[in-house]
């Protein structure tokens, strides 16, 4: 079916209104694109005011034509457009415009002063010269209430307009919400199938098919280049579907039969309170008045191929549905059963959360699983699983697209880059800010591939491109990159860029948590191979829990602390410290049982006196280094100044190695090199926006800040930043002119009353400086929640506060620390590795936002995968009710 495109010209009159409605009951098919078109007529002015007045009137046009797109986004999966143009009032605008889109159909709203009527005078051919159908909708004056409007022959032929080339539909007191169509009549009805209602009398009966359920409207119909229509006044009929009231129709001729109310209403619910009928395929809603055949219609348009395979849909693109119930006939026994196509849909939702790409799907024997469970279920084609998950990927980024505007605080992000297996290079792109309530937010913008040759250019080119996307480039405080040159010459291009637009302050700066596994990694080098050789038994204890279980009763004997398995194996730090510990914790457990199953680890798993002394040194060395990696995998929310100061720490430990005498010379060595590594990140961690964070923590302040940044030049900046960009912008009447009782005296101030007050005023702002006041007070205990502690000082530093807001949103790490130190950061690879480039921003992003809590939607309809769980769950519980019914019949 091909997709046509039905151009609506919007008007500010009623009829325009009634006109689309009337064309999205009646003429939208699925895949079909409604055009909005309004034309404004040019002013003949000056020309100054004819720009200004072309402007308004350009404004207002797209008003009115947002508030005609409000009535198509009352039916869901409508394409729409919008077209406002300046034009005449004679028609010409409006058939170039629609010979250029190129429409099937053109409705209008005809009224006195339509357009259509000055057309026709001077064209012959009006549907000639629009190059397409032409359907002009006529309402009639409203019956009086209570009455029925009875129309003769003779008035019949009063209302025709015979003499234009353009189908004219005339609509009397039609009630939408009730779903009441009107039906295309004309001289020549007999071709099309259709029913003619005048004045309540059917003309002519519907074709029906003997095996099918659909019937023919105007939607199905081939294209007329011509045809001389009829006026004809459609009374309001009362038809009371399900209610024992009988119609009010003024006619001899039968009733439609009761058939048809059968054939559709199994595909619809009734409401609780049985006033309504809801879709059981998409939860569209009618009046219980609504006609059977305008249910049909529904099903026919919306959801065909509903007829062909019992009570579920087969149609090519999946409708976001959340319950579909078949009826039984009432002799049956009643069992709940789901619409087989909801499985596709909890599948969707088991690929995106388990970041399998969608040809997992595809394999032979997964989809034989399913037949044999139940031989009428159909997967989707990998293809179909791909477009949705674009389609949802769209959905819901348009969702975070739309949050974000709302966001009134500085946003900070942080960047992530790998290589998949394809060998090609992404970069993901992360958010971080905190709202009025004092909660820290994260979400990932994007997930986007750096093209050839993945350098600082190709970085930032990408990087710039997902801001302005997302309309946040004039809000970014902060990147944290990876440490790689490549991020760090794009975030220098960034910064460049916006201070060049002066767009605010920006800065950079390294990952705290790739610097201090760099440092790590140099503290454990000379040990890699004895952390192998016990990486290896750690495995084998994993892997049999006889040999686990016989461990856990060595140590217990020999009081040499207590074991939980499986043990973290991982060849990251957390992993890595794993082996340090169990060695310098239990070995005389460890050495007794690879004795005891010397056949299945080996003999040479046991480690020798000179090893287990180098694993003992190394232990005590970097048992503070453990600490402080668990201190910031665990905190809350781990800010810039306890970072800094974790790292101080660091650095410290590094320099009591150096000088120690008891160290042996190749850890002295190795703590060299970490020193260096330590040294490069204070340097370019240095500098006044890390110093404001630093001192914005409540927990740090000045006293714990290290010294590296103790600076009283940064100090002085800090208090010029605050001043500049808190004082005025955000709390413009704290430095007004004049204060309450200046405007009390009605500004009959003396001169010398003015300075006075001015000295006054400054005097109270130098002792109640926020910033000085707050640094002059000691700091908060290590384990204050730093958050918390800002939502209750607030009101005790209003502008600061402001200030804190935005800065401590900057991270310290560009990634979760987890990821990096703990075995968590091995299955994201795992993940990221084996996902194919196609699936790869759709997959990841969208899972990213699911298990941040968002809701998965599908063309911004929401799926309710709990419905469907429900639904499943139930028709388990009534399959396996009647199984053992069936058994003990037996």
């Known amino acids: 079916m091909d997709e046509r495109k039905i151009v609506v010209v919007v008007e500010e009159v009623e009829v325009a209104r009634t006109a689309l409605q009337w064309a999205l009951h009646n003429l939208l098919r699925y895949g079909d694109t409604i055009t909005l078109l309004h034309v404004f007529s040019s002013s003949s002015s000056s020309r100054s005011k004819s720009k200004k007045k072309n402007r308004l009137l350009r404004l207002k046009g797209f008003q009115l034509a947002l508030s005609f797109q409000d009535i198509c986004n009352t039916f869901s999966n409508t394409k729409v457009e919008i077209v406002v143009s300046e034009g005449d009032q004679e028609g010409r605008k409006i058939s170039a415009i629609v010979r250029e889109i190129g429409a099937s159909v053109l409705v209008v709203g005809l009224h006195d002063h339509s357009f259509l009527y000055k057309l026709a005078m001077v064209h012959n051919d009006v549907a000639s010269s629009l190059s397409c159908r032409v359907l002009a909708i006529k309402q009639s004056p409203s019956s009086p209430s209570g009455t029925k409007t009875k129309t003769s022959a003779a008035g019949l032929a009063l209302n025709s307009s015979t003499n234009m080339d353009f189908s004219q539909i005339e609509i009397a007191g039609l009630q939408w919400g009730s779903d009441m169509f009107c039906l295309l009549c004309s001289s020549s009805l007999d071709t099309f199938g259709m029913a003619a209602i005048v004045g309540g009398k059917t003309t002519t009966q519907m074709e029906w098919g003997v095996n099918n359920n659909t019937f023919k409207t105007f939607k199905d119909m081939e294209p007329k280049s011509m045809m001389d229509m009829a006026v004809i006044p459609i009374d309001q009929v009362d038809i009371g579907l399900g209610s024992s009231e009988k119609p009010n129709v003024v006619s001899s001729v039968k009733p439609r039969k009761k058939t048809m109310t059968s054939v559709y209403l199994k595909f619809f619910e009734t409401a609780p309170d049985g006033k309504s009928r809801r879709c059981k395929f998409c939860g569209q809603s009618y009046s219980i008045a609504t006609a059977t055949g305008n249910l049909g219609r529904h099903l026919s348009n919306r959801h065909p191929g509903y007829d062909k395979s019992g009570d579920t849909v087969t149609n090519s693109t999946p409708q976001p549905v959340a319950v579909t119930v078949a009826k039984k006939p009432q002799s049956q026994a009643k069992t709940s059963q789901v619409d087989y196509d909801h499985l596709n849909w909890l599948l969707v939702k088991w690929l995106i959360v388990a970041a399998l790409p969608p040809s997992t799907l595809e394999e032979r024997w997964l989809a034989n ?387 006075a007050r001015k000295k006054r005023r400054a005097s109270m702002s130098s002792a109640t400086d926020e910033l000085t006041q707050y640094l002059s007070e000691s700091p908060a205990p290590i384990p204050t929640d730093v958050l918390d502690w800002w939502k209750v000082n607030s009101t005790r530093y209003p502008r600061l506060s402001m200030m804190a807001r935005d800065f401590l949103a900057m991270q310290p790490t560009s990634l979760v620390p987890e990821e990096i130190f703990c075995g968590k950061g091995d299955e994201i690879d795992k993940q990221r590795l084996c996902v194919p480039h196609d699936s790869t921003q759709a997959l990841l992003c969208v899972r990213s936002w699911i298990l941040a809590g968002m809701k998965l939607k599908f063309k911004s309809t929401e799926i309710d995968y709990e419905r469907l769980m429900e639904l499943a769950t139930a028709a388990a519980t009534d399959n396996s009710r009647l199984a053992q019914i069936g058994n003990k019949s037996k």
């Not at 970490?674 to 630093?694: D, G, L």
């Not at 927990?699 to 800040?705: C, P, Q, S, W, Y």
């Not at 002085?716 to 605050?722: L, P």
């Open 369 to 755: 699983s399913y037949k044999f469970l139940n031989p009428l279920i159909q997967l989707w084609p990998g293809d179909k699983y791909k477009a949705v998950f674009h389609e949802v990927f769209r959905s819901m980024q348009e969702d975070i697209r739309a949050s974000l505007v709302h966001v009134s605080s500085r946003i900070s992000i942080t960047l992530d880059f790998w290589t998949s297996y394809e060998q090609i290079y992404y970069m993901s792109v992360t958010c971080q800010w905190i709202d009025e309530n004092w909660s820290f937010q994260k979400v990932l913008l994007d997930i986007c591939y750096v093209p050839y040759p993945c350098g600082g250019a190709e970085i930032y080119h990408s990087l710039v491109k997902i801001l302005k996307m997302y309309n946040i480039e004039n809000r970014v405080l902060s990147c944290t990159h990876d440490n790689s040159q490549s991020a760090i010459h794009a975030c220098h291009s960034l910064k460049e860029d916006l201070d060049t637009q002066k767009l605010g302050s920006f800065c950079y700066i390294p990952c705290a948590a790739r610097s201090l596994n760099l440092i790590i990694e140099d503290g454990l080098r000379t040990m890699k191979p004895i952390i192998s050789k016990i990486r290896e038994f750690v495995l084998g204890l994993n892997a049999s829990p006889e040999i686990s279980e016989d461990f856990i009763q060595l140590a217990a004997a020999c009081q040499e602390g207590s074991w939980k398995f499986p043990l973290d194996a991982s060849a990251r730090w957390s992993g890595n410290y794993q082996m340090l510990d169990i060695v310098k914790k239990a070995s005389k457990s460890m050495d007794a049982v690879i004795r005891k199953y010397e056949e299945t680890l080996g003999s040479r798993m046991l480690l020798s006196s000179a090893e287990k002394n180098a694993i003992s040194v190394v232990h005590e060395y970097l048992e503070p280094f453990y600490k402080t990696t668990n201190n910031i995998c665990t905190n809350k929310v781990p800010t810039i100044g306890l970072v800094l100061f974790f790292m101080d720490h660091i650095s410290e430990m590094i320099a009591a190695c150096r000088e120690a005498r008891h160290y042996p010379d190749w850890l002295k060595n190795a703590a060299e090199d970490m020193a260096k590594k330590a040294r490069s990140y204070n340097n370019q961690v240095c500098n006044i926006f890390t110093y404001m964070t630093a001192i914005l923590d409540p927990r740090i302040k000045g006293e714990l800040i290290p010294e590296n940044l103790s600076n009283e030049n940064f100090l002085e900046e800090a208090r010029s930043h605050f001043i500049r960009n808190y004082s005025t912008s955000h709390f413009p009447s704290m430095t007004s002119g004049y204060g309450t009782q200046d405007i009390e005296d009605g500004g009959s101030v003396s001169f010398a009353e003015e300075i």
